[in-house]
Antibody, heavy 124, light 109 residues
Framework: VQLVESGGGLVQPGGSLRLSCAASGFGLSSYRMNWVRQAPGKGLEWVAQISITSSTIYYADSVKGRFTISRDNTKNSLFLHVNSLRAEDTAVYYC??????????????????WGRGTTVIVSS | EIVLTQSPGTLSLSPGERATLSCRASQTVSTTYLTWYQQKPGQAPRLLVFGASNRAAGIPDRFSGSGSGTDFTLTISRLEPEDFAVYYCQHYGSSPPYSFGQGTKLEIK
C-alpha cells in the first residue's frame, strides 16, 4: 500500500503546477483523498479533500479559488492543480488517504496512508 | 472554524519517562473526530490515534489517547528512543476545515 507524489518544483509567483499522487497496492476508488501541506519548519496544514466520486470537494480558505483537487479512479491517481502561486504556498505537499473505522456502531476517520511528499517552491 | 492549541510546544524527557501531550480545542469537539499523528524529521506523518482513544493499526500500546469536550491528551507511558518526534492533533470531522494543532516537539533531555 503506497502513495507517491510527483510534479513539484520551482515556480515563479503567479505560476502554476499540477501535482500528482499515484496509488498502488489498493484501489483509490474506495477512498476519500486529501492533500496536506507543510511549509518549511512549520506544522501541517490541511489543503483539500475529494470524495470517491468527486461529487463533494472541500478546500481550505487559504487555497480556495486557486487550487483544484481532482482524481482519476481508472488511473488510480489523485491530482492537485495549483494556480496563482504565492510565496506562502512554498511547502511539501502530501497526499493522504482517508480511512473509515467502525467501532461499536460509530464511525471514525483518520488519514492512514501518506505519501512522502513533493516539494513546491515559489520564488522569483 | 475549530482552532486546536497544543501544549507544551516542546517537551524534554528521557527514555523510560512518561509523556503527556495536550490538545485544547476552541470549541467542543466530538471525540469521534479527534486524531493524533506522529512525524519524524524528513518523514510523512503517521496516524497514531483516531476517535480520540483508538490506536491505529500497528501502534504500540504505550500510546494512548483520551479526553472529551475541548481537552484531549496523548500519553506515551514509557518513552522509547524512537518516540522522539513531533506530534500533531487534528480535528477530522464531518465538515471542514480539518485543522491541525501547531504540534508538540518531544525531544530527548
Amino acid at each position: 500500500v503506497q502513495l507517491v507524489e510527483s510534479g513539484g518544483g520551482l515556480v515563479q509567483p503567479g505560476g502554476s503546477l499540477r501535482l500528482s499522487c499515484a496509488a498502488s497496492g489498493f484501489g483509490l476508488s474506495s477512498y476519500r483523498m486529501n492533500w496536506v501541506r507543510q511549509a518549511p519548519g512549520k506544522g501541517l496544514e490541511w489543503v483539500a479533500q475529494i470524495s470517491i466520486t468527486s461529487s463533494t470537494i472541500y478546500y481550505a480558505d487559504s487555497v480556495k479559488g486557486r487550487f483544484t483537487i481532482s482524481r482519476d479512479n481508472t488511473k488510480n491517481s489523485l491530482f492537485l492543480h495549483v494556480n496563482s502561486l504565492r510565496a506562502e504556498d512554498t511547502a511539501v505537499y502530501y497526499c493522504a488517504r482517508r480511512e473509515e473505522y467502525s467501532r461499536g456502531g460509530s464511525y471514525y476517520y483518520g488519514m492512514d496512508v501518506w505519501g512522502r511528499g513533493t516539494t513546491v517552491i515559489v520564488s522569483s | 472554524e475549530i482552532v486546536l492549541t497544543q501544549s507544551p510546544g516542546t517537551l524534554s524527557l528521557s527514555p523510560g519517562e512518561r509523556a503527556t501531550l495536550s490538545c485544547r480545542a476552541s470549541q467542543t469537539v466530538s471525540t469521534t473526530y479527534l486524531t493524533w499523528y506522529q512525524q519524524k524529521p524528513g518523514q510523512a506523518p503517521r496516524l497514531l490515534v483516531f476517535g480520540a482513544s483508538n490506536r491505529a493499526a500497528g501502534i504500540p500500546d504505550r500510546f494512548s489517547g483520551s479526553g472529551s469536550g475541548t481537552d484531549f491528551t496523548l500519553t506515551i507511558s514509557r518513552l522509547e528512543p524512537e518516540d522522539f518526534a513531533v506530534y500533531y492533533c487534528q480535528h477530522y470531522g464531518s465538515s471542514p476545515p480539518y485543522s491541525f494543532g501547531q504540534g508538540t516537539k518531544l525531544e530527548i533531555k
